[in-house]
């Protein structure tokens, strides 16, 4: 089975602070982790995903990612939060390779507050 | 952006009538998706689609059946409406080949509300 846990469903930072949303997974074989961003009204975007190689992901708008897998984790990180940031984002695992059963499970999201 | 689209955008039935979504895509992807999203719940999957005509339940199918006929075509149909499926629903699509494999591209989403 494949799950993650989004900790923390509201994060608040000062523009300019690092911003650092957190997500950890759970799956008996090596995953394919994403996070995805939403803005207001609108559908998801990747920001970045992992699948083999290099466990520090860079993404768009200067999100980046690293896969821990002794902790489980895929935590997201940015070092400095621009106003532009505010949205809710979700992490998202997924343990299949193709076939009939390539599907996604997302977390519960966690909605970051960009203040000024 | 990729080629999704959905319709309608909004829609408002009453409990107990029939209504179907629809997901339209340009981009040929193998897989396709429908969500719903409601506060504190995330995204969860409500049926998807591997191939024309091959499809599987997710994990909060029941009261929705689904239908491809074609692969460019993903249909979600409420067979009657309740207050509880009132939600925002999202298409997606997705394929595993070329260097963008492995991401879902979701669509803008309708907003149901039954009631």
């Known amino acids: 089975a494949q799950s993650v846990t989004q900790l923390g469903s509201h994060v608040s930072v000062s523009e300019g602070a690092l911003v650092l949303l957190r997500c950890n997974y759970s799956s008996s074989v090596p995953p394919y982790l994403f996070w995805y961003v939403q803005y207001p009204n609108q559908g998801l975007q990747l920001l970045l995903k992992?699948?083999?190689?290099?466990?520090l992901v860079k993404g768009i708008n200067g999100f980046e990612a690293e896969f821990k897998k002794s902790e489980t984790s895929f935590h997201l990180t940015k070092p400095s939060a621009h106003m532009s940031d505010a949205a809710e984002y979700f992490c998202?695992?997924?343990?299949?390779?193709?076939?009939?059963?390539?599907?996604?499970?997302f977390g519960k999201g966690t909605l970051l507050t960009v203040n000024p | 952006d990729a080629g999704i689209t959905q319709s309608p955008r909004h829609k408002v039935t009453e409990t107990g009538t029939p209504v179907t979504l629809r997901c339209h895509q340009t981009?040929?992807?193998?897989?396709m998706y429908w969500y719903r999203q409601d506060p504190g719940h995330g995204l969860r999957l409500i049926h998807y689609s591997y191939g024309v005509k091959d499809t599987d339940k997710g994990e909060v199918s029941d009261g929705y059946s689904v239908s491809r006929s074609k692969t460019e075509d993903f249909l979600l149909t409420l067979e009657s409406a309740t207050s509880s499926q009132t939600s925002v629903y999202f298409c997606a699509i997705g394929d595993l080949a070329g260097p963008l494999g492995d991401t879902q591209y979701f669509g803008p989403g309708t907003r149901l509300t039954v009631l």
């Open positions: 981009e040929n992807h193998r897989y």
């Open positions: 992992y699948t083999t190689g290099a466990t």
């Open positions: 998202a695992v997924t343990l299949s390779r193709g076939g009939s059963n390539y599907k996604l499970t």
